[in-house]
């Protein structure tokens, strides 16, 4: 991976990862806060509830001992329609319902005497339904609202041999069980609020109260309290959006504010107070957290900015830092090729911009290294030339016999010599010429040259001694004949290119020189070069291991001469190659 993209995601994780730390935690933070609210709300409307719902049963229960108060009393002052084995229903009814009057709070009121068998006696009251209509029972309507002495009107209604059904009384008292807990509790002298009772006008709730003559417990009242009244209570507290549910130990619904709508519900349950009742609060998931989903969107949005930001700085930081080692970098990889006049032109006062320098003085070093190095070569180089070619001269005349005919011992010794010396004075011209080109010394004649005729030329010349190898030299292709090209430098290229060629073809081998528009391609069937030397072949002096260990004569220059002479041209030389099949240089001309 490169290094700026390593920059870029290192600074994205020292950005980002704290940054989403912190919008969690913040998501983390609010979801405690608005359920630690939620959960307070509901508590406070829990017990408000339950605080409502006691109050108003507990009222049930002051009034039925109210009620229970005045009978007494009036039992006290002689008042006879309750006595212990006798009633007057009627009047009893009557008297109750103006004791009970508004009559909404109770369905109905029971009448029970006291004693270890509790008996009911009477059961007088209205039976309210939900719509607000209110019957009286056991009394005819009108009766009551006319007024009218209900004995006298029972006793009329009787002699007309007409009973309570014919009335149309509607009276249908709710039954209670002897064995009642509120029955039980008031028989004992306590008031009590009993347990929940299904009923036709729905749930109850059903309390008592004694009744008290002189001190002593006469009788036992009880009542079914109309929980309709709760409803709006609990409404009011709950509020919009929620709902109160009052419910007894077996989970049965007491009273309720009313039902929500939708599955998911956030719950809170708390006991009433009274017995095992429970108040239970309800409020919509989505609605609860909506602030919460507010609150999450908006963190996203901002880790997204933030996101966004650390990545255009981390692209800003990269480059600042990146660009100049990569000027440094592709600066170092033209010095590699051979290019020591490039530098860096990187100017900075930081640590980067010290290293810019001191790559720039390290590169005009070698230059001038370099320099020095090819006048030393040219100097040397042409300091051997005259001695060499000088030399070159006497083996040739020593061999024609021009100052004697020579043995054939000193024939064989004169020709060795004169080979070396050919090899020398070749070596010798290469230095020079590597020297001259990078010291810009070499000026192309360029003229409208015919490549193919050229790469014939080449084809020609080479051809004895590819024979003399046992390699076969072929030549194949059209060139342009109007190539504009320095037809001398040319032919070195090619030369040096085929004789390379032959060189490393074995015997039986074939070498082809193929020309097609401006790309001349030189083909062997050698040994091939590894992968790894493709790019060093082209450097001055390098020469290609090889497999048995030998070395072959020469200074390694041809190659690097070639590329150079090319690269006058405006060409480019490449090789590709596959060891144990063979070599391809190709020359393409602009």
Not at 178 to 197: D, V
Not at 385 to 406: E, K
Not at 451 to 476: K, W, Y
Request: glycine share 8%.
């Amino acid at each position: 991976m490169r290094l700026r993209y390593k920059m870029i995601l290192l600074f994205l994780a020292v950005s980002l990862v704290p940054l989403t730390g912190a919008v969690l935690l913040v998501l983390h933070v609010s979801e405690r806060s608005i359920t630690r609210q939620v959960h307070d709300a509901h508590d406070r409307i829990g017990r408000t509830s339950a605080a409502l719902a006691m109050d108003y049963l507990r009222t049930g229960v002051v009034k039925l001992e109210t009620v229970s108060l005045f009978l007494g009393k009036e039992v006290e002052s002689g008042a006879t329609y309750i006595a212990k084995g006798k009633n007057d229903q009627v009047v009893l009814t009557n008297r109750l319902n103006d004791l009970v009057n508004p009559q909404e709070v109770f369905n109905d009121l029971q009448y029970w005497n006291a004693g270890e068998n509790p008996k009911q006696e009477v059961a007088v009251s209205q039976q309210a339904d939900y719509n607000g209509q209110f019957a009286l029972n056991a009394l005819p309507q009108q009766a009551y609202q006319q007024k009218i002495d209900i004995g006298q009107w029972l006793q009329n209604r009787a002699a007309a041999n007409t009973n309570l059904e014919q009335m149309n009384v509607q009276y249908e008292p709710t039954p209670v069980q002897g064995n009642s807990e509120a029955l039980h509790e008031a028989n004992k002298g306590n008031s009590c609020i009993g347990t929940l009772e299904q009923t036709k006008q729905g749930p109850t709730v059903v309390v008592s109260a004694p009744l008290r003559v002189h001190g002593d417990i006469y009788g036992v009242l009880l009542g079914h309290m109309n929980l309709a009244p709760l409803q709006p209570l609990l409404a009011s507290a709950a509020g919009e959006g929620r709902s109160v549910t009052l419910c007894d130990g077996s989970g049965a619904v007491i009273a309720t504010s009313g039902e929500l709508g939708g599955d998911a519900m956030e719950e809170t349950t708390l006991p009433a107070g009274y017995r095992d009742w429970t108040v239970a609060v309800r409020e919509p998931r989505n609605t609860v957290y909506a602030p919460l989903a507010e609150v999450r969107t908006q963190a996203w949005i901002w880790l997204g900015v933030g996101a966004t930001l650390a990545l255009l700085l981390a692209l800003l930081v990269s480059a600042h830092l990146v660009k100049p080692i990569s000027t440094l970098t592709l600066a170092a990889e033209s010095m590699r090729r051979g290019e020591l006049s490039v530098r860096s032109a990187v100017r900075r006062g930081d640590e980067l911009g010290r290293l810019a320098s001191a790559f720039d003085e390290m590169a005009e070093s070698l230059q001038a290294l370099d320099r020095a190095k090819n006048e030393f070569l040219s100097h040397v180089s042409h300091e051997l030339r005259t001695p060499l070619t000088s030399m070159q001269l006497s083996v040739v005349n020593l061999l024609d016999g021009t100052v004697g005919a020579p043995s054939e011992v000193q024939a064989r010794a004169l020709t060795r010599i004169r080979a070396d010396v050919e090899r020398l004075i070749r070596m010798v011209n290469e230095l020079l010429d590597i020297a001259r080109i990078e010291a810009g010394g070499v000026t192309l004649r360029k003229a409208d040259v015919d490549l193919s005729q050229v790469a014939r030329d080449c084809v020609e010349r080479l051809d004895a001694m590819a024979r003399q190898r046992g390699v076969t030299l072929a030549f194949e292709g059209n060139g342009p004949a109007g190539r504009s090209c320095d037809a001398e430098r040319l032919q070195q290229v090619i030369l040096n290119l085929i004789d390379n060629a032959v060189k490393f073809t074995p015997s039986g081998g074939r070498v082809t020189v193929a020309v097609q528009g401006g790309r001349i391609a030189v083909r062997d069937t050698g040994i091939g070069i590894p992968g790894e030397q493709l790019d060093k072949v082209f450097e001055p002096f390098h020469q290609v291991p090889q497999p048995d260990g030998t070395k072959h004569a020469g200074a390694g220059l041809g190659l690097a001469i070639a590329r150079k002479l090319v690269q006058l041209h405006g060409g480019t030389l490449r090789a590709s190659s596959e060891p144990g099949r063979g070599s391809e240089f190709t020359v393409e001309l602009p």
